[in-house]
């Protein structure tokens, strides 16, 4: 179950950065403090820490997981298990990406009807969304990588804004430093997983990489400056608003931004969630590109068309988000897949590598012994 | 074969012209939208409480029909029925969008001002805004102001915090202070004054979420010096005379008169020896020190000054005079700040926000036992610097 692309479709190597880069920048970076702060408060910037290098290391295992052979999931799923066990994983694994990105979907509409347009229905939104995604991810995987770019010019933006809270900011507010139990810093670890998600979307794409083996180093650093952006701006809501506040403000990075006042525009906030759709965009397009092309791999035929697929995943999140009624519905789904998100990256992704260890000794054994 | 597929085409065209033009009509903006004219923007609301009821009092410019200011008022038991009960009252959809400015009366600010400060946090469309307190009911400052531009208390409030050293609060500082602890809310005091003339009086500090005590404008700067960046304002300042130099004075005086040729007779109006410096830019640090049980709060404040109209019994140019002048000044400046710091910690307020410096400086916080234990026994040490950068153009 060879998978080449041909070389058309590929995309140049330091791509890769751009890719992971805004598939981990997105809705959450709008909402994180509170969650990241519950249980280690002031000190949660060294969770942080420890959640960004732990994902290096399962950015490493990713990469040794997939090779020249079996260069996609789906492949190494085939290895591993067989056929029809490998194909039922992957389809749970395309359900998870489906999740992943219906929870970007469902909870950016629920920014608009929050903070915009309160009387606006989730249905309307929905299809404007669904619409955009369509056209998007019917254009092939190079476009969505053309989309990522925005992804990383527009949160490197947000460090300019950071300017306007730090004249009001308090560096007494960091300290006292370590006061934390190590389960209070782990717990928060756990939280702040969830802004790192993003990046085993390589399992997917990495057949379209030029070069794919010698693209670790642009993952990797994409995860690093991921993780220092991240820091960056918890650091500074943990100066400017105070770790009991923060416990009332459900979206701090919103709630920041309210404090700039420029002479033509009075007030940014509203800019400043509709210029984040462009970096939303990649985190709900690649997943459900990477849906696509999970179907095709297992269905393996030519007479069925990614493009019937597509239209069919976006029907499906349309129809699932107007049956989400209430906001304490959609904090659920953001609860459900954080957790489903952290199981697959802590367990599943390790779980994989060993398997595919395993297998493969066992193939080197058996060649041997004939 | 052919044909089939040339149907299959053309059909496949057709379809997509519609879709798009469905989708057109999708993207011109069914949102829902206002229309400028038939909203009702306010720009400051009053709030009080009257018997045991919450009422609103705004202000509304009308630009369609007139140039004048209307004023609505309404009572009603919580915030939101609040505002739909302004709707009732006004020809148009009042809107808190543009709102600048929220007044709490005398009676609401002392019940307790949670309820309506939680609502705002909630509300979206409210942006930056600020907030003042008055010592007379809202009402009557919104009555006040309707003859007033409409931006007219927000611009007031705007210079006073840039140039005349009224301490900086907005929404940010204000919610941080009531949800953060170990530190209490402070709030601008703005009141009429004699000749009905709206002044800035002060500054009003909080206890928990209730009005506790109202400081005067001069004390209101010195705390705008140790806690805010902008130091811009005026202090200002009597001198007590040197006492070898009373001498000299009347000498001085005597020549003065010569040339003067009795003029002196008459009392000039104001005080010789008071003046006022301005403060341009500088720095505070407030520091803890800690030493078994007793706890000392450092201040140390580092001010740029201009000296304008400095007392004639000072020659600037001499050493002796300038040293003087330098050294009254801070010590003047550092006995009023202490004062000020006795008088807010016997009102147990702490609007400096020393729980917070606490808190960063130990490992347990408790802050109940804070306020009752630790605060009421700390001591305070306050040094000041000044740098006499500039002494006016003229001689």
């Known amino acids: 179950m060879k998978n080449i692309v041909k070389e058309q479709f590929l995309v140049s190597t330091f791509f890769t950065f751009y890719l992971v880069h805004s598939s981990q920048i997105g809705i959450g970076i709008l909402s994180f403090q509170r969650e990241v702060s519950k249980n280690a408060q002031q000190d949660a910037w060294l969770s942080v820490i420890i959640a960004g290098i732990s994902i290096h290391i399962l950015i490493w295992l990713i990469y040794q997981t997939l090779d020249e052979k079996h260069n996609d999931l789906v492949a190494v799923h085939d290895f591993c298990f067989g056929q029809v066990i490998g194909n039922i994983l992957s389809i749970l694994v395309l359900f998870y990406f489906l999740l992943s990105a219906f ?76 006061n934390h139990t190590v389960k209070d810093i782990l717990l928060s670890t756990k939280a702040s997983v969830l802004l790192f998600v ?143 998100g952290f199981y697959f990256l802590y367990i599943y992704i390790p779980f994989i590598f060993l398997m595919k260890l395993f297998r493969h000794q066992l193939t080197k054994m058996l060649s041997k012994a004939q | ?92 959809q009042i809107v808190l969008g543009q709102i600048r400015t929220f ?47 409409p931006l007219y208390l927000s611009h007031l409030l705007e210079t006073s915090v840039l140039h005349e050293g009224t301490p900086e609060t907005n929404i940010h500082t204000l919610v941080s202070q009531y949800y953060g602890s170990g530190i209490d809310i402070y709030l601008p005091n703005i009141s009429f004054d004699n000749d009905k003339q709206l002044i800035i009086n002060g500054l009003t500090i909080f206890k928990g979420e209730k009005s506790k005590l109202t400081i005067s404008n001069k004390e209101a700067f010195l705390f705008k010096l140790m806690n805010d960046k902008n130091k811009s304002g005026y202090y200002d300042i009597t001198l007590p005379i040197k006492d070898n130099q009373k001498e000299k004075d009347d000498k001085q005086q005597k020549q003065h008169n010569d040339k003067k040729q009795g003029d002196q007779s008459e009392k000039r109006p104001g005080n010789e020896n008071n003046f006022a410096l301005k403060s341009l830019y500088g720095k505070h640090k407030i520091t803890l020190h800690k030493k078994g049980d007793e706890n000392t709060i450092n201040m140390n404040l580092t001010l740029n000054v201009e000296l304008k109209g400095i007392p004639e019994s000072i020659h600037i140019e001499k050493k002796e005079d300038y040293e003087y002048l330098k050294k ?59 740098i006499l950068r500039q002494l006016g153009v003229g001689e």
């Not at chain 1, 909870?107 to 299809?127: E, R």
Request: with cysteine.
């Open chain 1, 103 to 178: 929870a970007v979907f469902r909870t950016y509409i629920q920014i608009i009807q929050v903070w915009v347009f309160p009387t606006i229905k989730t249905w309307q939104l929905a299809l404007v969304l669904g619409v955009m995604i369509y056209y998007i991810v019917s254009g092939g995987f190079r476009i969505l990588t053309g989309f990522s770019v925005w992804g990383v010019i527009i949160p490197a933006f947000l460090l300019l804004l950071l300017y306007f809270p730090l004249r009001y900011m308090n560096p007494r507010l960091l300290m006292p430093v370590f």
């Open chain 2, 328 to 386: 009254t000044m801070e010590k003047i400046i550092a006995k009023d700040t202490e004062t000020l710091l006795k008088k807010l910690q016997q009102n147990e307020v702490d609007p400096f926000g020393f729980g917070i410096i606490y808190r960063s400086e130990s490992k347990e916080w408790n802050e109940k036992e804070f306020y009752q234990t630790i605060y009421p026994k700390m001591k305070f040490s306050v040094k000041t610097e000044l």
């Open chain 1, 198 to 340: 993003g990046f085993e979307w390589i399992y997917m794409y990495y057949p379209f990489i030029k070069g794919a083996k010698k693209s670790q180093k642009w993952a990797h650093l994409a995860n690093g400056i991921s993780t220092v952006l991240y820091l960056i701006v918890l650091v500074v809501s943990f100066m400017y608003i105070n770790q009991d506040t923060l416990q009332h403000a459900t979206w701090a990075t919103l709630f920041m931004t309210k404090i700039i006042e420029l002479p033509f525009i009075e007030r940014f906030e509203y800019i400043f969630i509709f210029i984040w759709i462009l970096v939303i965009i990649p985190t709900l397009c690649i997943p459900i590109w990477a849906c696509t092309r999970i179907l095709k791999r297992i269905t393996n035929s030519s007479h069925f068309k990614p493009k019937i697929s597509l239209a069919f995943f976006i029907i499906v999140m349309i129809v699932a988000a107007t049956f989400i009624e209430n906001f304490v519905e959609v904090d659920k789904l953001g609860k459900f897949i954080s957790n489903a």
């Open chain 2, 1 to 92: 074969m052919n044909s089939m597929k040339a149907s299959y085409m053309k059909s496949k065209f057709i379809i997509s012209i519609i879709v798009s033009l469905v989708f057109c009509t999708l993207l011109s903006g069914c949102v829902p939208r206002s229309i400028i004219d038939e909203l009702g923007i306010t720009h400051t609301i009053g709030i009080d409480e009257e018997n045991g009821k919450l009422t609103a009092t705004v202000l509304y410019p009308n630009y369609t029909n007139s140039n004048k200011s209307s004023v609505i008022k309404t009572a009603a038991d919580n915030p939101s029925t609040l505002k739909s009960n302004l709707g009732h009252k006004s020809q148009s």
């Open chain 2, 103 to 149: 007044v709490f009366g005398d009676s609401y600010s002392k019940a307790g001002i949670s309820r309506v400060l939680e609502t705002i946090c909630k509300d979206a469309t409210i942006g930056n805004i600020t907030f003042v307190v008055s010592d007379l009911k809202a009402e009557d400052i919104i009555r006040g102001l309707k003859t007033a531009p």
